[in-house]
């Protein structure tokens, strides 16, 4: 005896993937969720990112228009510049030097002296400027005037990082931050499942 059809019958006949024909109408949901890990390596990525360029931008200006930076391992210009500080200062010509300016003059066989300009007289040239120095810290100006044709004027300084930059300098750190950078971006652009497995299961499909 043949059974009659009816619209009932229709609708609980499976389809041609074995799975009830109104289930099969109805799209599968994924939330697009993503864990706490690839979150903090695209976070390190950005950071590592902004400092590349800030690297980038540093040469550029060295280059350019010779703004460099210079660390501060006394105390001799505090309060205003700490032991430990980092400045960015630029090269200008002597002829702009005026008195209160910080600037950092070059000296043969020595270090760099930086300290505040307290008189600044004409030289055996034009270009040339005789100045006399004094660290906002110390009671009586340097022992003997410096003859320059060009300085090194402070633009600003940040206190407490000339430590970070010379730790940055070690080998050994050095090598560990290439290390994590390599192993962030091995990470970051790592091939990872689009999670087909399940979309099969989902759909039924075998």
Request: net charge positive; charged share 15%; glycine share 8%.
């Amino acid at each position: 005896m043949t059974t009659p059809t009816t619209r009932r019958s229709l609708r609980e006949q499976p389809d041609s993937v074995g799975v009830p024909a109104a289930a099969s109408t109805t799209p599968a949901r994924h939330p697009a969720r993503r864990g706490a890990g690839r979150i903090l390596a695209d976070v390190l990525l950005w950071i590592a990112a902004v400092g590349g360029v800030i690297c980038i931008v540093l040469v550029v200006l060295a280059f350019t228009a010779q703004i460099t930076l210079i660390m501060f391992r006394t105390g001799s210009m505090s309060p205003t510049i700490p032991a430990g500080s980092v400045a960015v200062v630029q090269r200008v010509p002597a002829s702009e030097i005026a008195v209160g300016d910080v600037v950092t003059v070059d000296r043969p066989d020595d270090l760099p002296v930086t300290h505040r300009v307290t008189s600044v007289e004409p030289g055996a040239s034009d270009q040339e400027r005789v100045i006399t120095m004094r660290g906002d810290a110390n009671a009586a100006d340097d022992p003997f005037p410096y003859a320059v044709t060009s300085v090194r004027t402070v633009l600003f300084s940040i206190p407490g990082i000339a430590t970070v930059i010379v730790g940055m300098g070690n080998p050994f750190v050095l090598g560990g931050l290439t290390l994590a950078a390599t192993i962030l971006v091995v990470w970051a652009f790592w091939p990872r499942s689009v999670g087909g497995s399940r979309d099969r299961r989902t759909r039924g499909v075998t």
